[in-house]
Structure formats: C-alpha cells, structure tokens
C-alpha cells in the first residue's frame, strides 16, 4: 500500500533568526490499522531517500525503558550527593517558618 504526503514546513527558531525545516505529518485510522496506536513509540529508519516507520520491538522497548530508569537513577543520585555535601559543608541555611505563638512556651523569646 502506498500514500502520497505532501512534505511540509516547521519554523525553527534561535537567537538570530529563524529558518523552515521540512516536516512530514501522518494521521489517520489507516495508522491503526497498520497496529500504531496513540502513545506508541517508534522507530525512525533513514538511509539514502528512504524512510521507513516501524513500532519498537518488546526487546527494543524493555531497552529504552531500563535506559530512561538509569537515567533518572543517575539524576536522582546527582541530586542527593549535592543535597548531602550542602548539609555537610553547612552551607544549607535552615527555614525560619512563621506560625502562631501558642505553640511556644511563655519564656519563648519569639513574639507573636
């Protein structure tokens, strides 16, 4: 089966200026049909004016899934040893909370 697409533009932006890039933009129940279903990732597949769409692979998908925990694992990891070297270079200021005096002693020197 064949479909004829137009090739369309996005507009990318920087800086300086902004340039057309071209697009190709698919939709339809025939998509469906072929067994891509919304929130579906695929596969991308390009080589010398070809271009081939494909869904991942069970194998291809448990990859990219443990590859995003890792990633997020590391991000995590990154945060808290910043965390703890603030804590242990007392560099973290402590939060003053303002609330209401009755939870103080009458000797407390914070007034209300």
């Given at each position: 089966?064949?479909?004829?697409?137009?090739?369309?533009?996005?507009?990318r932006y920087n800086s300086r200026?902004?340039?057309?890039?071209?697009?190709?933009?698919?939709?339809?129940?025939?998509?469906?049909?072929?067994?891509?279903?919304?929130?579906?990732?695929?596969?991308?597949?390009?080589?010398?004016?070809?271009?081939?769409?494909?869904?991942?692979?069970?194998?291809?998908?448990?990859?990219?899934?443990?590859?995003?925990?890792?990633?997020?694992?590391?991000?995590?990891?990154?945060?808290?040893?910043?965390?703890?070297?603030?804590?242990?270079?007392?560099?973290?200021?402590?939060?003053?909370?303002?609330?209401?005096?009755?939870?103080?002693?009458?000797?407390?020197?914070?007034?209300?």
């Open positions: 089966m064949t479909k004829n697409i137009k090739i369309q533009y996005s507009t200026n902004c340039h057309s890039v071209p697009k190709i933009q698919m939709e339809g129940k025939w998509l469906e049909e072929l067994g891509f279903s919304i929130g579906d990732i695929v596969a991308v597949e390009y080589e010398n004016g070809c271009i081939r769409i494909r869904p991942l692979t069970s194998e291809e998908q448990n990859k990219r899934q443990q590859e995003e925990l890792k990633s997020d694992i590391r991000r995590k990891s990154a945060a808290l040893k910043s965390l703890q070297s603030q804590a242990d270079n007392g560099s973290s200021k402590p939060c003053l909370v303002a609330e209401s005096g009755s939870h103080y002693s009458e000797d407390s020197s914070v007034s209300v």
